[in-house]
């Protein structure tokens, strides 16, 4: 348990190392138990790929498969606006809303583009950034 605690303090903190100062978030999408955001402080731009971080606030905190309750995600994504394909390669959950209070999780995987769905948030996000 106190080796997961130290790797997690690890992980946080090299994840922190590739947030913005403070994001200016932009809304762009609504549901009834969540709104989600994006930073548009881009990462990069590379040709029609965008890499950039996205927020979601949930209205009742979530629980985690650790049992961990967390008010809002914000997962690091790269976007494809030619090919209309999406990707995340890190998700970092926290305690409070706006990416604020404790890291409750953190999970980070390859990146794997995949095609955006129609009707899908991912589809609201490449229609706000794609332009």
């Known amino acids: ?6 790797r997690l303090a690890a992980v946080a903190a090299t994840a922190f190392a590739c947030l913005p100062a403070s994001a200016e978030w932009v809304s762009y999408q609504r549901h009834a138990d969540s709104e989600e955001l994006y930073d548009p402080e881009f990462l ?3 040709q029609s790929r965008i ?3 996205t927020l979601t606030n949930f209205s ?3 629980t985690s498969l650790e049992a ?7 997962v690091l994504t790269t976007v494809d606006c030619a090919a ?5 390669e890190q998700v970092i959950r ?7 209070g404790e ?11 995949a095609a955006v769905r129609a009707g899908s948030s991912d589809e609201a996000l490449l229609g706000r950034i794609c332009r």
């Open 1 to 6: 348990m106190i080796l997961h605690a130290i």
């Open 84 to 88: 209309r394909k999406s990707g995340a």
């Open 103 to 113: 890291v409750v999780g953190l999970m980070e995987t390859p990146l794997r583009l």
């Open 68 to 74: 961990r309750e967390y008010s809002s995600e914000k």
């Open 94 to 100: 926290y305690s409070s809303k706006q990416a604020e």
């Open 44 to 46: 990069g731009r590379e």
């Open 60 to 62: 009742r905190p979530m």
């Open 51 to 53: 890499r950039l971080w």
